[in-house]
């Protein structure tokens, strides 16, 4: 049957020939006025845009009563996509009185409408299993076929992850008609995201975000096709990680018992987000912006001196003291326990050797190893011995790029996370050490301006650097961060989204997929999407409003 | 800055008692970057204040408003300090360490050691509250209402709250709300305290935008409560605009019907009733705006021929511009719909608009042109728009209403009605201030506080730090200032945003325009401002963080 379709539709055309078709969906009956309204949207077209994708104008119908959900994988039960299912069921067609905004298409028996306009099902089929993990191979490529006349819709992925992708797609295409219907256009996608590592940074210790909005957050970037929630627990501010070997840390660190994530917490966001394809990897940023840790451990910290004096200060974790290394032992032995991922940032950015300058046990430190006055090689020597922890726990693990930049010699298979400005040339420098990298510098979301803003984020070309082939090929990824000086519970939603949908299309879309004014619309449309589908996502576009409000 | 020239007595001595840092622990780096918060101090800050350290506790089981008279705003407002005060638990203390009621007639027993015997003095059980002029039913706040106040915490624990009249009763008892704290052991506690209250400016506004964005009355209404929290007292409802109308007329239906963005995104006369009376119960005057003639493309699809028809190269081009003033319809117009706005909205005033018009339809309008010849004016498109205000401005005085406007009326050198209020919202305003008091109009100053233009950090000392008063000016010139608005326009904002955007930040707004002149000190706010963002975000409002990292003992959870 997918074959038969693809015949008559002729050759699958590349991503860009669906606008032509998508503007004919465009909201015209506001515009007719005259009057200087508001950006328009597009109907049923998905964000991120999918690497093929030819859509025709032929409306298939969904019936809410008995649209069904199938899948078959190698394995006998498919809990992920069981789970999506209730999920997704959810979003097409609503499930109370304020979602629930399609008429109920019940199949008239004999009706006006063509039987045959109707689709009945939606069929997943996945090559392999559906348990375990997402990871850094996952595949989520999938193809999806809505065709003009079969009643049934297949998504066909080798992974349960291309299948979660597949489904959110699906979800994104249907619209509703003039009639009020729930509708989807023939359709034939061939998917695969452009860049394996697509992430999210939240920053849980400049300000606390309660477990309702990390997963709501988690809702949102499955529906604009993220992959990696890199989770900055900790920070200098607040430590509300609870450990179960130093349970202490907590205790003195957090901003007070209620700002605190248990064990349980941990697993609960684990969880959320594997069932939506989502890996956690979590931030134990050290020896740096690590002043929390020392609360609870006593030594940890460097101390500080004036004047030949203990100034009562703390700065950088003490590299000269062997207890520092016992206990990144057994706090990281935790951590790699906890985290199934198989990576754990490492942190390792803005290091101020300040105090561990002014510090005499650490200047005898130095001397005794040969390093003089050369505190990049007592970096060095920190950073190396804690990566050698992390990889006898068999875990990889990502660095801010100021560890590279200070010359320490990190083990090949590094990730190093690039921040600061001039980031074209950073690329050129690490990608040339054969190292693998990851793009945050333009995605910065916590600084905020007036306006469109999204359209910066988009327009970042992330392999737009001097390189060879090999070298670009070493770029694996991006993430947008939103770090929490000014955000919590209160903002960060409507903040984050869905400016950062911007950076999740160019971290999945072809990198032809690149114009603003193209996407406009487009985004407009999974604004509302997102809006109607309960969250408190902001308007980026100018004036306007959504069929349905918040 | 000029403020210096008033040389008025201010007393204003705060005790700030309670700068118990929310996080005192050891002496370390991270805690130096916090910012400690005070604990039961008011925002805005009153105008004389003393506080000592002792401490009173409020039987929450006991605890009741007396008043003298009947009074429905203030049994209403009792019912909701009530619970703003008793409402939110603190929830790291232990049910048992806190009151109980162990006996039902032998109330208040304290189940936790406290340090010294406790007496009956030492317990607030009561909020005396006196009003001299009696409160009627159909009152709305005005220009003119009262705002004054006296609240004395005695010693004793004997508690009053006077003021001449009910308006003044609302603003003390949001203070005396903001001045109850829970201690360290979680129980209900206040200070000793003596304050004489009232505003320094008597118009203290909000611009909101509902036609970029359509606001739903329920945000609107969540709105009004954080504005009673900070003594906002006017809500400026820039209701319509050129993108949409949502606005439901009685006597012109197909406004809202052609021109709201759709059917859900509309003010129906209830919904609109129901605000007002919501505002006024708060102490809240709603002044609606109708901006004409420009900014009124949303008007013209129901009413053919009311806006100027563009001609490009001799014909007409299909656009719309300004109202047209040369237009057989748009007096008559303009009068059943401001007789209509005039009854429907409560306030002696109404915003009138006449901002940003764009001379370059009418210039294409033969019409247009016909007719400022035929008037005598060919050419001086400034005398139209004059011609054309001076008409509204007609209209609407025989509709018994007062008015505000845009700068840009005053400053095309039209000439205005001498009691017409002026708001001064472009660049370089201290010479525009100047300028306006100069020709003896009363004015209103929103420039500095157009908070829908957002930037990274602590935007708000630059708000808290502009005043009304600074330019260069006479005495005169000064008392016609009538106060200033923050403006939250809409382009970018809507439900999902416009309370955390909004809120703490026009708090600073808030405090400039009822705190004595002279409370510039930004430290000592920002303590204070915290505490207030975490008492707001603990009242259920999402007030974002706006000082850096740090917490609130409750974060905000969405109901």
């Not at chain 1, 940890?300 to 207890?323: A, E, H, M, R, W």
């Not at chain 2, 162990?102 to 009561?126: G, M, Y």
């Not at chain 2, 303590?527 to 974060?555: N, S, T, W």
């Amino acid at each position: 049957m997918t074959n038969k379709m693809a015949g008559e539709i002729g050759v699958i055309v590349l991503f860009s020939c669906c606008l032509a078709i998508a503007i004919c969906n465009v909201q015209q009956q506001y515009r007719e006025k005259g009057r200087s309204v508001a950006v328009t949207q597009t109907s049923g077209m998905p964000w991120p845009m999918p690497k093929q994708m030819t859509v025709t104008t032929i409306q298939r119908i969904l019936d809410v009563g008995s649209f069904q959900f199938l899948v078959s994988s190698s394995t006998q039960r498919c809990d992920i996509i069981d789970e999506a299912f209730v999920r997704y069921r959810k979003y097409i067609f609503g499930n109370d009185d304020r979602t629930l905004k399609f008429k109920t298409n019940r199949k008239p028996r004999h009706g006006s409408i063509d039987q045959e306009a109707y689709l009945d099902t939606l069929q997943i089929n996945i090559a392999s299993g559906c348990d375990g993990y997402p990871s850094e191979e996952s595949n989520e490529a999938y193809t999806l076929m809505i065709s003009q006349d079969a009643s049934t819709a297949t998504i066909n992925a080798n992974e349960v992850w291309g299948a979660l992708r597949g489904l959110e797609t699906f979800s994104q295409l249907v619209y509703q008609n003039d009639m009020g219907l729930a509708v989807i256009n023939a359709t034939i996608i061939n998917d695969a995201p452009r860049f394996q590592h697509r992430g999210l940074l939240l920053d849980t210790s400049r300000h606390f975000l309660s477990l309702d909005i990390l997963k709501e957050n988690l809702e949102l970037m499955a529906q604009n096709k993220f992959n990696v929630f890199h989770w900055h627990i900790v920070d200098d501010q607040s430590f509300p990680y609870e450990s179960y070997y130093f349970p202490d840390m907590s205790r003195k660190g957090a901003y007070s018992v209620r700002h605190v994530y248990t064990h349980s917490d941990v697993k609960e966001i684990i969880e959320f987000a594997r069932v939506r394809g989502i890996r956690v990897i979590p931030e134990y940023d050290s020896p740096g912006h690590s002043q929390s840790w020392g609360l609870a451990i006593t030594n940890l910290l460097t101390k500080c001196y004036k004047d030949g004096q203990l100034s009562g200060d703390f700065g950088p974790i003490d590299p000269s003291v062997n207890s520092t290394f016992q206990f990144l032992q057994n706090f990281f032995l935790e951590i790699s326990q906890v985290f199934p991922d198989k990576f754990i940032h490492l942190g390792g950015d803005e290091v101020p050797f300040d105090c561990w300058e002014s510090n005499p046990d650490i200047t005898s430190f130095m001397t005794m190893m040969g390093y003089g006055k050369n505190y990049a090689l007592l970096e060095e020597y920190y950073m190396q011995r804690l990566i050698d922890i992390v990889q006898g726990l068999n875990k990889g693990y990502m660095i801010w790029q100021e560890v590279i930049d200070n010359g320490a010699k990190v083990a090949p298979d590094t990730i190093v996370h690039i921040w600061k400005g001039g980031y074209q040339d950073e690329l050129t420098k690490v990608t040339k050490l054969g190292y693998n990298a990851v793009l945050s510098a333009p995605w910065y979301l916590n600084y905020i301006s007036y306006g469109s803003d999204w359209r910066n984020y988009y327009q970042v070309e992330p392999l737009n650097f001097n390189g060879t082939d090999a070298q670009k090929a070493l770029v694996i990824g991006g993430e947008t961060c939103m770090w929490g000086e000014y955000v919590d519970n209160t903002n960060l939603i409507p903040r984050m989204w869905p400016r950062a949908a911007s950076v999740g299309e160019r971290l999945w879309s072809p990198m032809e997929v690149n114009s603003a004014d193209a996407a406009t619309s487009r985004l407009e449309e999974h604004r509302c999407r997102l809006l109607k589908r309960g969250f408190p996502v902001q308007p980026v576009n100018g004036p306007g409003f959504c069929s349905v409000e918040l | 800055m000029a403020v210096s020239k008033f040389g008025i007595f201010i007393f204003c001595h705060i005790h700030i008692l309670s700068l118990t840092t929310a996080n005192s622990k050891d002496g370390y780096d991270r805690y130096k970057a916090l910012l400690p918060k005070t604990q039961g101090m008011p925002w805005p800050l009153p105008f004389q204040m003393t506080s000592s350290e002792d401490q009173l506790f409020i039987d929450k089981d006991r605890f009741v408003f007396n008043l003298d008279q009947r009074c429905d705003i203030l049994s209403y407002a009792f019912k909701r300090y009530t619970d703003i005060i008793f409402g939110a638990d603190d929830s790291t203390v232990s049910q048992t360490k806190r009151f109980s009621n162990r006996n039902a007639h032998q109330k208040t027993v304290f189940e936790f050691a406290i340090p010294r015997p406790l007496r009956d003095d030492d317990v607030v059980t009561a909020l005396h509250v006196d009003v001299q002029g009696q409160c009627m039913d159909d009152e709305y706040p005005s220009l003119q209402s009262d705002e004054s106040y006296n609240l004395q915490i005695n010693p004793n624990g004997f508690a009053t709250l006077d003021a001449k009249q009910v308006w003044g009763a609302l603003r003390g008892l949001e203070t005396f709300s903001q001045l109850i704290y829970n201690n360290d052991d979680g129980a209900f506690v206040i200070n000793v305290t003596s304050i004489t209250d009232k505003p320094r400016f008597q118009h203290r506004g909000i611009l909101l935008d509902s036609s970029r964005h359509f606001l739903s009355v329920n945000v609107l209404k969540k709105n009004l409560d954080v504005m009673a929290m900070n003594k906002i007292n006017v809500f400026h409802w820039h209701i319509v605009d050129g993108t949409s109308f949502p606005y439901e007329s009685y006597t012109f239906p197909d406004m809202s019907a052609m021109s709201a963005y759709t059917r859900k995104e509309v003010y129906s006369q209830e919904d609109i009733k129901d605000l007002i009376e919501y505002a006024r119960l708060r102490g809240i005057r709603i002044i609606p705006e109708f901006d004409s003639p420009g900014h009124s493309e949303s008007w013209g699809p129901a009413n053919p021929g009311l806006l100027t028809k563009c001609f490009t190269a001799g014909k007409w081009d299909g656009s719309f511009g300004p109202i047209d003033p040369s237009s057989n319809i748009t007096y008559p117009f303009l009068t059943q719909f401001f007789t209509e706005i005039s009854q429907v909205f409560k306030d002696q005033y109404i915003h009138l608009g006449g901002d940003e018009v764009s001379f370059d339809c009418w210039k294409s309008n033969p019409d247009v042109n016909a007719f400022m010849t035929r008037m005598g004016f060919p050419n001086d498109y400034s005398k139209l728009e004059e011609y054309y205000m001076t008409k509204l401005l007609q209209i609407v005085d025989s509709a018994k209403r007062n008015y505000i406007i845009w700068q840009e009326v005053v400053d095309n050198n039209v000439t205005v009605a001498a009691n017409t209020v002026v708001e001064v919202w472009k660049g370089e305003y201290q010479k525009e201030m100047a300028a306006v008091t100069a020709k003896g109009y009363k004015v209103l100053l929103s420039s500095p506080w157009y908070l829908d233009y957002i930037s990274y950090g602590k935007d708000w000392y630059k708000y808290y730090l502009a005043d009304p008063q600074d330019f260069n000016g006479t005495q005169e010139q000064y008392d016609l200032v009538m106060g200033g608005e923050a403006c939250l326009w809409g382009e970018f904002v809507d439900d999902t945003n416009v309370l955390s955007r909004l809120w703490p930040r026009a708090s600073p707004i808030a405090e400039r325009l009822w705190s004595p002149i002279g409370t510039f000190d930004v430290k000592s706010a920002e303590m204070r401002l915290d505490e207030h963002r975490c008492r707001m975000v603990k009242r259920g409002y999402p007030a974002q963080p706006i000082d850096g990292p740090g917490f609130c003992p409750h974060e905000f959870v969405q109901k």
